[in-house]
């Protein structure tokens, strides 16, 4: 995931919940030399306030796991979204994201060559300029009601 992040040439804020990987306490996963590499393009924090950094004007994807809550907070901002569902609802809403609404990209191969492709298709190429049209015109008519 590091080097696909890494390699996609974005700068992104990375919210790394202590413990997550089990055995470890916060970022020692992180391989050798991924911080250096990606100094001044990475922000790897604890906690962040997610419904209030989607609201950031900078903000040009999210990559999410689809639980509805993030999937609602980034449809009302307009951001578009790389979907990853793990369990339950998750897969339903991604396939909703990326299949019927077309406001996202579903990540199926969690390689590092698939993650940079997905990031950089989402991010800069013109397949992400059609999902951020559509993303935009959603949080308008979510706006409206």
Same mark, same amino acid.
């Given at each position: 995931?590091?080097?696909?992040?890494?390699?996609? /040439?974005?700068?992104?804020?990375?919210?790394?919940?202590?413990?997550?990987?089990?055995?470890?306490?916060?970022?020692?996963?992180? +391989?050798?030399?991924?911080?250096?590499?990606? &100094?001044?393009?990475?922000?790897?924090?604890?906690?962040? +306030?997610?419904?209030?950094?989607?609201?950031?004007?900078?903000? #040009?994807?999210?990559?999410?796991?689809?639980?509805?809550?993030?999937?609602?907070?980034?449809?009302?901002?307009?951001? +578009?979204?790389?979907?990853? +569902?793990?369990?339950? =609802?998750?897969?339903?809403?991604?396939?909703?994201?990326?299949?019927?609404?077309?406001? #996202?990209?579903?990540?199926?191969?969690?390689?590092? #060559?698939? !993650?940079?492709?997905? !990031?950089?298709?989402?991010?800069?190429?013109? &397949?992400? =300029?059609?999902?951020?049209?559509?993303? /935009?015109?959603?949080?308008?008519?979510? &706006?409206?009601?």
């Amino acid at each position: 995931m590091e080097w696909g992040l890494a390699n996609s /040439n974005q700068q992104f804020l990375w919210a790394v919940r202590r413990g997550i990987i089990s055995g470890s306490e916060w970022i020692e996963f992180v +391989p050798d030399g991924f911080i250096e590499k990606m &100094k001044g393009r990475v922000l790897i924090v604890k906690w962040a +306030p997610q419904k209030e950094i989607l609201a950031h004007f900078t903000v #040009g994807g999210f990559w999410s796991h689809c639980g509805w809550n993030s999937t609602l907070e980034s449809i009302s901002e307009g951001i +578009p979204m790389l979907c990853q +569902p793990f369990i339950v =609802d998750q897969g339903v809403n991604a396939r909703y994201v990326t299949h019927m609404w077309k406001i #996202g990209l579903e990540l199926e191969y969690f390689e590092r #060559g698939e !993650i940079e492709s997905m !990031i950089r298709r989402l991010m800069v190429l013109e &397949k992400g =300029d059609e999902i951020r049209v559509r993303a /935009n015109q959603i949080k308008e008519l979510v &706006k409206k009601q």
